[in-house]
């Protein structure tokens, strides 16, 4: 190519490059609803600190609302605390990827230490500390939280934001907590990671060993994956799985090791994906079946016998009769196992019931608001996400919406209603396929879901229906928008990259988190509490720690 032809090509293409540069820029501040914070640049320099107080905003919690709250709350004489015992933005979507190495967990935390530094720039004060809440005293707006119980921090507030989420549920069933893994947090996800890796050398081994009639039983039980929960979670857990198996198991184990593993999903309801249209839950079940997933729907685990067997009877629904629940029984039957894996639902946090019960809230299930959020009985507490009884799906869509709503009527200083806007559901397929549900306009003079040919699903059939690889390019492109930095989407998408040219990550993970501990002046006691942004004494929403000695004695510190 002549230098006159270079010359001349590259106003074009470095135009091109501009203009899909603002094109992706627009289309994620677009899609994350983050035009305000460039609309509100001049106003927030052109804002002096007033006389007046600083007003004391404690936030619980750092996943989807906590985080998007703290991003719009910012502001002068705002001092801000973000209390959790997770230092980072989990993104929960991709758990089911870093499980089976399709990305690194790495890839699915979102250090929250840049977000803090951000808030801070904008604030008078805004500082994270390592620890969980364990007590609200709405009578005296005072948050306790402990840290491994070794130190105990009380915190005033004047504005409190509850957005802890929800934990797993159970639902009683005897040795799901004993025995069983789940996929809630980056600990659930390394440790799944391991056992699917320690189970496939182990069965490696004993084939290797020659003799496979004496450990074929073995050999197929460590070979067995049992999901619980046909949610989006277990079915794209479900989905993941059975990539791995054909496409790295095959290549690094063996076809004998691939053949015998056995992936089965297992579902109380009448079928899966309960949140998707009866027709796409159709697909996906079809599709996953057909990469031979072994999908049982009407089926519940009632126990989980121990980390070698499982016991599986028919479901009942809850008005079930004595005799229809003693015929269920009757047909149970137990099962080897290798992996269980519980995605069967999540349930409240103790914080949050012990709070709803001091109100005098019957159904504890999460803390009752009104249309502004606000908690129901207690003065400047608010509560969204899994942690509100709101009426709203626990979905991360929902908690990013309240989040920002919350954190624009902190920074406003204004309370309004909130109104959710459903975008749609998305769920991975693997293998390039995919199934979504969007809310689609129909005000245009030509329907662009009609040209595509996406069919109208929903109870009022104003959704439509997006399958295959376009439903799954959907799933990856906004969840890849969703990141809240640029180094977490180019890791992302290098790790994406990686899995398709060269496999997935088989080496077993390491993840061991650790406290830190320093000496306190003047005494001998040791100190445990991991924070930062704003140091601790200059942040007066912490108004006092109080430290264990190593007499099992308590001493307290005043901060000032």
Known sequence: MSSHTTRRLFPRIAGAAVVCGVGSFSAIT??????????NFFSQHQQQKSEKPNERIVILGSGWGGLSALRKCYG???DIVIISPRPHFLYTPLLAGSAVGTIALQSACEPIRALVAQ???????????????????????????????????????????????AQTNTFGVPGVQEYGLFLKEAEDSAKLHAKLLSNLERASALIGIGDHEKYSDEINRLLKIVVVGAGPTGVELAAELADFKEYDVKRLYGEEIASRLQITLVEA?????????????DVAKKHLMDRGVDVRTGVAVTRVDSPKAATFAPSTPRDATPEEKADALAQAKTEPI?????????????LVQKLARSLGQSDTRGLKVDECQRVVGADGVYAIGDAALDGYAPTAQVATQQGKHIGRAFRDGVDR????KHAGSLCSLGHGNGIAQLVAPNNAAINIWDVIGAPAVG????????TGLPAFAMWRSLYWSKLLSN???????MDWLKAQLTGREVAGPVLQRKGTYFPSKGSNTVRAVECFGTPLRRNPTIARVSEIVEEKKSKRFGFF
């Open 30 to 39: 677009t899609i994350n609803d983050d035009w305000d914070d460039y609309t």
């Open 76 to 78: 002068p004489n705002k």
């Open 119 to 165: 808030a801070a720039s904008k604030s008078s004060s805004v500082t994270y500390v390592r620890a969980d809440a364990r007590h609200i005293d709405v009578e005296n707006k005072r948050v306790y939280a402990t840290e491994d119980g070794v130190m105990d921090l009380e915190l005033s507030y004047d504005k409190l934001l509850v957005a802890v989420g």
């Open 269 to 281: 309801l009448p079928r899966i994906l309960g949140p998707f249209d009866k027709d796409l839950a």
């Open 338 to 350: 290798g992996t269980l894996v519980w995605a069967g639902g999540i349930g409240p946090r103790p």
């Open 417 to 420: 209603p909130f109104v959710y």
């Open 459 to 466: 109870p009022n059939n104003d959704q439509r229906a997006v």
């Open 487 to 493: 180094s977490s989407r180019l890791s992302l998408s």
